[in-house]
């Protein structure tokens, strides 16, 4: 084990490259779409989780999913981000019961004597 004198060669002590962060303090949005950030977050996560069952895979599902949320991402009235929000919310339901409608399918013909 040889023994130097040279600092150690970590990237640690090295100064970050500024990065922009988003968050509330570095973006000046007003509160009621401080407060709609979340519902967003929500909806999204809900469409990937329900999205996993989805018969053409959840990539699809995902890609989907933002794409219309970079659709409306420049939306600044709360009115319009809830409206954006309860379409997002139907199409879940939706979803749900595509998904459904392919589990049924799925189960009959598993189960359902062929037919002759």
């Given at each position: 084990l040889a023994l130097s004198s040279a600092p150690p060669t970590s990237h640690h002590h090295l100064p970050r490259p500024h990065t922009a962060s988003l968050t509330s303090a570095s973006i000046h949005?007003?509160?009621?779409?401080?407060?709609?950030?979340?519902?967003?977050?929500e909806?999204?996560?809900?469409?990937?989780?329900?999205g996993r069952d989805y018969p053409g895979g959840l990539q699809v599902v995902r890609r989907k999913a933002k794409e219309e949320i970079l659709a409306n991402?420049?939306?600044?009235d709360e009115r319009q981000i809830r409206a954006a929000v309860a379409r997002g919310q139907w199409r879940v339901k939706e979803l749900e019961g595509v998904i459904g409608v392919a589990k049924y399918r799925a189960m009959k013909a598993r189960y359902s004597p062929p037919a002759s």
């Amino acid at each position: 084990l040889a023994l130097s004198s040279a600092p150690p060669t970590s990237h640690h002590h090295l100064p970050r490259p500024h990065t922009a962060s988003l968050t509330s303090a570095s973006i000046h949005l007003a509160p009621s779409l401080l407060t709609m950030r979340p519902a967003v977050r929500e909806l999204y996560k809900r469409i990937i989780h329900v999205g996993r069952d989805y018969p053409g895979g959840l990539q699809v599902v995902r890609r989907k999913a933002k794409e219309e949320i970079l659709a409306n991402r420049e939306l600044t009235d709360e009115r319009q981000i809830r409206a954006a929000v309860a379409r997002g919310q139907w199409r879940v339901k939706e979803l749900e019961g595509v998904i459904g409608v392919a589990k049924y399918r799925a189960m009959k013909a598993r189960y359902s004597p062929p037919a002759s």
